[in-house]
């Protein structure tokens, strides 16, 4: 089975930086997509950014420019690095992972099969 394991959330003032990363484990290289979501309470799930095993990248126009989102393949770690951190960004954020290349990365939440269990971004003014 895919398992996938967040961290690097954490509190931060407006404007400042994190950077999260997910360990993914449990599969044999084929093709996928590995993404990004995030939600805030009474919010629905929003994709973030997201990234294929050909390197192919999409972005949410609300964090383009400010987020950029890699892959490590030696690690099996995907990574979001985030600057200029806005309030309107503090959410859950999970990475997920589906079977399957997509050019560009889907980010719509039903077109994922395996999640990770989410790190939570808090961005104070």
């Known amino acids: 089975q895919v398992q996938l394991v967040e961290s690097g959330g954490g509190s931060v003032q407006a404007g400042g930086s994190l950077r999260l990363s997910c360990v993914v484990s449990g599969y044999t290289y084929s093709r996928f997509c590995m993404s990004w979501f995030r939600q805030a309470p009474g919010k629905e799930r929003e994709g973030v950014a997201g990234v294929t095993d050909n390197s192919r990248t999409s972005y949410a126009d609300s964090v383009k420019g400010r987020f950029t989102v890699s892959r490590d393949n030696a690690k099996n770690t995907l990574y979001l690095q985030m600057n200029s951190l806005k309030p309107g960004d503090t959410a859950m954020y999970y990475c997920?992972?589906?079977?399957?290349?997509?050019?560009?990365?889907?980010?719509?939440?039903?077109?994922?099969?395996?999640w990770g269990q989410g790190t939570q971004v808090s961005v104070s003014s």
């Open positions: 997920a992972f589906r079977f399957g290349g997509w050019k560009p990365p889907p980010l719509t939440d039903d077109e994922y099969s395996y």
